[in-house]
């Protein structure tokens, strides 16, 4: 299955994005002994201005394997944000069993930094390149100024905290245990300690959401090889336990309430019990949150009370996103769905060093995505 990966982060990378990748792609396929020539399936994501910073890149479907040199059988775009990165290595696995490809590249990132300099978002860029389109609605939807999905996930955590009371203590404390997992990572951007009070006195974004509390857009790519053939990879052999996805296409308005995901539906079925470590999409800290209430760790409601009386540390009896997560990795080419999935398989690799939980089989992970959190894909990954 997974027989290498790599990830290249950095806050500007002053090359192109193509040398980013291909470094990257290099890097992975070291790990898993194997040459470019040797990869007959690719998976990619790509969104308007986040690959190169250009509105759009035609035909990406020939200038990335031409660039890396090779020709694939199956090039495949899953699009949609975050969790895609999940659902790539889902279909790789099930080409590869089926007996379509044998070794597949899935890749998520690009070079976001210039959008981040000009103060524009995945979900504004509208507003910086002109004829892209964000929703089918835009002529009635986008007629105010907006830094979505900031401003979008502020109006969750505000209806959230008015439903169930929640604090803004409460989200400031997965911010600060996140970091403390951070520590030991040393491909996080941030690896300094960090309190409550720090992440309270940080500068207002978007009420409530505070600076701390909100991921940064980098530059980097992830990238994962999957084979037919263990090779000479010294990685685990892992097995996917368990993929569920959900998409939901309703604008806000038109949903029963703001406060749910469609992580709910996406992860209905997962076990949860001996799930030793879980790695929960954190683009800000009330997304975390969503998520724990959403995939069934705490009732609905009562996130706020769960992070208050557990521990997510890596050494905590709850580990979650071990690494850091993107809140301190960084979040490259605004998807967060490839920082979960490395951190993913190196517990499951023990690799994890200074930040490694004892004795992990399995790692449940959940990716959410999209414009107005529409998408979500939850899997565990097990050791085989």
């Not at 401003?151 to 969750?156: G, M, Q």
């Not at 990238?223 to 037919?228: A, E, G, W």
Request: charged fraction near 20%; glycine fraction near 8%.
């Amino acid at each position: 299955m997974i027989v290498g990966f790599s990830s290249m982060i950095y806050k500007k990378y002053e090359g192109s994005t193509f040398q980013l990748l291909a470094e990257t792609v290099s890097k992975a396929l070291d790990m898993a002994s194997m040459e470019l020539k040797q990869i007959d399936g690719v998976f990619y994501t790509i969104l308007p201005g986040t690959f190169d910073g250009k509105a759009a890149l035609h035909f990406s479907s020939f200038q990335i394997p031409s660039f890396l040199g090779i020709k694939p059988k199956v090039i495949e775009i899953v699009e949609y944000g975050g969790p895609s990165a999940l659902t790539m290595l889902y279909r790789a696995e099930k080409m590869i069993s089926m007996g379509e490809i044998e070794n597949a590249l899935c890749i998520v990132g690009g070079k976001s930094s210039s959008l981040r300099e000009n103060r524009v978002t995945a979900d504004s860029v509208d507003r910086f390149f002109g004829n892209v389109q964000i929703t089918p609605y835009d002529d009635f939807f986008r007629v105010y100024e907006d830094i979505n999905p900031v401003s979008d996930y502020a109006l969750v955590a505000k209806r959230h905290a008015k439903l169930f009371n929640t604090t803004d203590e409460q989200r400031a404390l997965i911010a600060v245990m996140q970091r403390k997992n951070a520590l030991g990572n040393e491909k996080a951007l941030y690896r300094t300690p960090l309190s409550v009070k720090e992440v309270l006195s940080s500068r207002m974004v978007s009420d409530p959401l505070r600076l701390l509390e909100i991921v940064y857009p980098v530059d980097g790519f992830h990238v994962f090889v999957l084979s037919k053939h263990s090779r000479k990879s010294n990685l685990r052999p892992l097995k996917i336990e368990f993929y569920g996805e959900a998409h939901w296409s309703e604008m806000p308005t038109e949903l029963n309430d703001i406060i749910y995901t469609p992580a709910i539906e996406s992860s209905k079925g997962a076990n949860l019990n001996k799930v030793d470590a879980f790695q929960l999409y954190d683009s800000f800290t009330i997304t975390v949150m969503l998520q724990i209430e959403d995939i069934g760790l705490s009732e609905k409601g009562k996130g706020g009370k769960f992070i208050e009386s557990n521990d997510i540390t890596y050494q905590g009896n709850v580990p979650i996103n071990t690494g850091g997560g993107s809140l301190n990795v960084g979040q490259p080419a605004y998807m967060s769905g490839g920082v979960i999935l490395e951190e993913a398989i190196i517990q499951l690799n023990d690799m994890g060093y200074n930040r490694q939980v004892k004795g992990v089989n399995k790692v449940l992970i959940n990716g959410i995505g999209g414009w107005n959190r529409g998408h979500s894909v939850t899997m565990v990954l097990a050791g085989e």
